[in-house]
């Protein structure tokens, strides 16, 4: 059972372009939003995260935004560079769940052209 | 400060076969969570293991087992392999299970030919 939908599957982008990637879930008892990130042949990283009270959390160049009713969040990159090529994950969790475990979208794979 | 590391990298093994990932949890994390990501897919949860038990399971079948020692360090075992459990096997680490403080490893990437 997907209960992470993401899109789109991949994405090119010029340098200095932004790249939009959205994900929507379905079990409205997720409570932590974390995107990760991952170069091939190396584990995910975590990017950024947001909480479900939060509409928008930005870091540097990077923004999750969140609808809370309409169960999505998107990542946003802005002035996206070549180093930002690589697969990029949303994620949910129930934090104080027993055992609690991400639940994983499918990934975007972002490719940043100089 | 070490992360995660995760032993081997890469290894292949044949149909049938039985093999053991390794797992050692970044400094201070106590718990130990693995994951199977198939190429070009997201990481699938397969267990957790906290204080030497586990503490929850995804939807992986009974060939998939598991094991932590007392220094929090993680084995996963997986018996009568099948072409289909090709895939990248990552390994995170975490201080308690409530948490969302998760650190990957690089992952052990298991080719069954």
């Known amino acids: 059972q997907q209960q992470v939908k993401q899109s789109p599957q991949s994405l090119i982008v010029q340098k200095g372009g932004i790249s939009i990637i959205n994900c929507a879930y379905e079990n409205t008892a997720f409570d932590y939003f974390p995107w990760y990130q991952q170069f091939p042949g190396k584990g995910p990283a975590l990017l950024i995260a947001?909480?479900?009270?939060?509409s928008e959390k930005k870091e540097g160049r990077f923004t999750i935004s969140f609808n809370k009713s309409a169960k999505q969040f998107s990542l946003h990159i802005m002035d996206s560079q070549p180093g930002d090529s690589a697969t990029y994950f949303c994620?949910?969790?129930?934090?104080?769940?027993?055992?609690?475990?991400?639940?994983f979208g499918g990934g975007t794979r972002v490719l940043v052209k100089p | 400060d070490a992360g995660v590391t995760q032993s081997p990298t890469h290894l292949i093994k044949t149909r049938g076969q039985q093999v053991t990932l390794r797992c050692s949890p970044k400094?201070?994390?106590?718990?130990v969570s693995w994951y199977q990501q198939a190429l070009g897919q997201g990481p699938q949860f397969i267990f957790q293991y906290y204080e030497e038990e586990e503490r929850q399971r995804g939807n992986f079948p009974d060939r998939f087992s598991g094991h932590q020692f007392p220094n929090y360090s993680s084995e996963l075992n997986v018996n009568a392999l099948l072409l289909g459990d090709s895939a990248l096997y990552l390994c995170?680490?975490?201080?308690?299970?409530?948490?969302?403080?998760?650190?990957f490893g690089s992952g052990t990437r298991l080719t069954v030919v």
């Open positions: 947001i909480r479900p009270d939060v």
């Open positions: 994620a949910a969790i129930r934090v104080r769940a027993a055992g609690n475990k991400l639940t």
């Open positions: 400094s201070g994390h106590d718990t």
């Open positions: 995170a680490s975490s201080l308690g299970t409530e948490t969302y403080g998760y650190t």
